[in-house]
Nanobody
Framework: QVQFVESGGGLVQPGGSLKLSCVVSGTLFSFYSMGWYRQAPGKQRELVGTITGGGSANYADSVKGRFTISRDNAKNTVYLQMTSLKPEDTAVYYC???????WGQGTQVTVSS
């Protein structure tokens, strides 16, 4: 069973930065594309971006230019670097192995002054 442990969330002021990490176990990590998703209160989970096993990333329009996804295949870890954060980025952030069958507990990101 694939497992995900997200960390790095917290409270940050608008314009600030955070870096999330997700350690993945139970899979041949480097073979699979990974995705970061988020779910704000009262809203559906939405895709933030994806990264292939080789490191090619794509992003939702809402975060393009502000967020960067990377991965370290030797550490079975995928990262989400978030900059220029806005209040509307407030959500629980999740990583998953695409196509997104199983999920971790997520990490809360709150952007507020």
């Amino acid at each position: 069973q694939v497992q995900f442990v997200e960390s790095g969330g917290g409270l940050v002021q608008p314009g600030g930065s955070l870096k999330l990490s997700c350690v993945v176990s139970g899979t041949l990590f480097s073979f699979y594309s990974m995705g970061w998703y988020r779910q704000a209160p009262g809203k559906q989970r939405e895709l933030v971006g994806t990264i292939t096993g080789g490191g090619s990333a794509n992003y939702a329009d809402s975060v393009k230019g502000r967020f960067t996804i990377s991965r370290d295949n030797a550490k079975n870890t995928v990262y989400l670097q978030m900059t220029s954060l806005k209040p509307e980025d407030t959500a629980v952030y999740y990583c998953t192995q695409l196509p997104g069958v199983s999920w971790g507990q997520g990490t809360q990101v709150t952007v507020s002054s």
